[in-house]
């Protein structure tokens, strides 16, 4: 594995470690990286959903996965999984569960008996965002697919919002090390049962 590959395999590990952290259970992790979720502010992309709103989604075997949506209609579509795990939520009522595919994982939160998509995080290079952005890309490639984004504060991570889904890419040495999708108002809740 390489080491791009390898930072953004411990950095979603941390992702999800942070989702679950507050009640103890997380996967297992052998680092303890210190990068911090994408900011709160709004910056609008629009991309067109089948609802006639605007969101950002992952595509994969032509099904739009976005944030913010019923898990159920997307394994359907897309199939199951390689693995999975769950523990108890703690910003939720229920099981936060994560769903390992090549190339890709979900995690999910509960919501009213249901499962919701909370994130999407591309984990190598053989999959890539709709507007063609993969792992290993650089800043320029990304503002030439998506115009200027909010950074942070260190300059390694921008991200875009809209429809209430925000898309982060983790920079490290000028490569993109990591994308996710969020769910916007669900990865509030998370920070807010963290706080």
């Known amino acids: 594995m390489n080491t791009r590959k390898l930072l953004s395999f411990f950095l979603t590990l941390l ?6 952290s507050a009640c103890g259970s997380a ?30 989604a992952f595509t994969h075997k032509g099904f739009a996965i976005v944030p913010g949506d019923f898990i159920g209609d997307v ?17 939720f009522e229920g099981i936060d569960r994560i769903f390992y595919y090549n190339g890709f994982i979900i995690s999910t939160f509960p919501k009213g008996g249901e499962d919701y998509i909370l994130a999407v995080t591309l984990m190598d290079d053989s999959v890539e965002t709709d507007e063609g952005i993969y792992l290993g890309m650089s800043a320029a490639q ?39 999708y969020y769910c916007i108002e669900a990865q509030n809740a998370v920070d807010a049962a963290e706080a």
């Open 27 to 56: 996967p297992p992790s052998d680092t303890q990286d210190t990068a911090s979720p994408p900011p709160t502010e709004e910056i609008a992309t629009p991309a067109p959903t089948s609802d006639g709103g605007s969101a950002f």
């Open 142 to 180: 990304i503002e030439a697919a998506y115009g200027e984004g909010k950074w942070n504060e260190l300059g390694n991570l921008v991200s875009y919002s809209s429809g209430g889904v925000r898309l982060a890419f983790l920079l490290d040495n000028g490569a993109i090390v990591d994308i996710t």
């Open 15 to 20: 992702l999800l470690a942070t989702l679950l």
């Open 75 to 91: 394994l359907e579509a897309i199939g199951e999984p390689m693995k999975t795990f769950e523990a108890p939520s703690c910003a």
